[in-house]
């Protein structure tokens, strides 16, 4: 299976701020046939059900704004937030699926400094 | 507009059984690949078992194949999911999530329920 990993594990950003933060994938999700990533980063809030942000690493799903950017290939990737703010305060996965069994990262938990 | 409504989740004993629906409306759900996800009290997201939109293709998790079955009924617009053999460790809040594109099985998820608890204790 492919393993996700998410860092750091929690962040604490003043409003206004940047935050930035990772996932790596055990193995490539990057296919050859289309040069696509295959990968998602979601937004959970407390009591809600995860809300897709960004597909394909890079694309900005619509209605999302865009102070949100996802960027890397291959099995390194970056979710950033552009001058946070206090309705962003979330846990952020990301999630291949490039490969079954699809897999999520143990998340980043997003507060406010 | 799009939307899927998870019931059937509660407390039950281990080893017992438990069925999972998701209602779904607003789309036309024979095009869809449909998946189901868990949550653990606390924990992330665990993908659990996914269907292809004809139902001709299912794959599952290792921690619930041979114990779990997914299946749809297309005519009624609803999916399923059957849990057998329960353990504490299935305790979660159960999430159907649609693929985001028609036709294919393993994409990011578009739309998800809200989600039905199902505590597993005896």
């Known amino acids: 299976d492919i393993v996700m990993t998410q860092s750091p594990d929690s962040l604490a950003v003043s409003l206004g701020e940047r935050a930035t933060f990772n996932c790596k994938s055990s193995?490539?999700?990057?296919?050859?046939?289309?040069?696509?990533?295959?990968l998602a980063w979601y937004q959970q809030k407390p009591g809600q059900p995860p809300k897709v942000l960004i597909s394909w690493a890079s694309t900005r799903v619509s209605g999302v704004p865009d102070r949100f950017s996802g960027s890397g290939s291959g099995t390194d990737f970056t979710l950033s937030i552009t001058s946070l703010q206090a309705e962003d305060v979330a846990v952020y996965y990301c999630?291949?699926?490039?490969?079954?069994?699809?897999?999520f990262g143990g998340g980043t938990k997003v507060e406010i400094k | 507009q799009v939307q899927l409504v998870e019931s059937g989740g509660g407390v039950v004993q281990p080893g017992r059984s438990l069925r999972l629906s998701c209602a779904t409306s607003g789309f036309s759900f024979n095009t869809y690949t449909m998946h189901w996800v868990r949550q653990a009290p606390g924990k992330g997201l665990e993908w659990v078992a996914l269907?292809?939109?004809?139902?001709?293709?299912?794959y599952y998790a290792d921690s619930v194949k041979g114990r779990f079955t997914i299946s749809r009924d297309n005519s009624n617009n609803t999916l399923y999911l059957q849990m057998n053999s329960l353990r504490s460790e299935d305790t979660a809040v159960y999430y159907c999530a649609r693929v985001s594109v028609e036709q294919w099985q393993r994409l990011w998820f578009d739309y998800w329920g809200q989600g039905t608890l199902v505590t597993v204790s005896s």
């Open positions: 193995q490539s999700v990057l296919s050859t046939s289309n040069n696509k990533n295959y």
């Open positions: 999630q291949q699926y490039y490969y079954t069994p699809i897999t």
């Open positions: 269907i292809s939109y004809d139902g001709s293709n299912k």
